[in-house]
Nanobody, 125 residues
Framework: QVQLVESGGGLVQAGGSLRLSCAAS????????MGWFRQAPGKEREFVAA????????YYADSVKGRFTISRDNARNTVYLQMDNLKPEDTAVYYC??????????????????WGQGTQVTVSS
């Protein structure tokens, strides 16, 4: 069992930055690939970024590539999402998730069995 708690969301102007954190409980954090997803009002939840168990591989949605960076600290049981050059279309609830996947499979929501409660990110124009 893995419990995930996100933090770091908030209100920021376009062009600004935020850093999301996701703290995991349990002793098996390093056994899971970790992902960030987001859901805007009226839209389906979508993939944002993912990172492999040891952090050697990262994957990004085209819409955030070059602006967002995912990283993890297995000693602290924490995964991060650094978001730079934010745009109004990045406004959404952001969720972290833990799953068993590799490569392109980490873009698939169904590969993740554990989810956090989400944190709101609002980008004003």
């Amino acid at each position: 069992q893995v419990q995930l708690v996100e933090s770091g969301g908030g209100l920021v102007q376009a062009g600004g930055s935020l850093r999301l954190s996701c703290a995991a409980s349990g002793h098996t954090f390093s056994s899971y690939a970790m992902g960030w997803f987001r859901q805007a009002p009226g839209k389906e939840r979508e993939f944002v970024a993912a990172i492999s168990r040891a952090g050697a591989y990262t994957y990004y949605a085209d819409s955030v590539k070059g602006r967002f960076t995912i990283s993890r600290d297995n000693a602290r049981n924490t995964v991060y999402l650094q978001m730079d050059n934010l745009k109004p279309e990045d406004t959404a609830v952001y969720y972290c998730a833990a799953g068993t996947c590799s490569a392109s499979g980490c873009r698939i929501i169904g590969r993740y069995g554990y989810w956090g409660q989400g944190t709101q990110v609002t980008v004003s124009s």
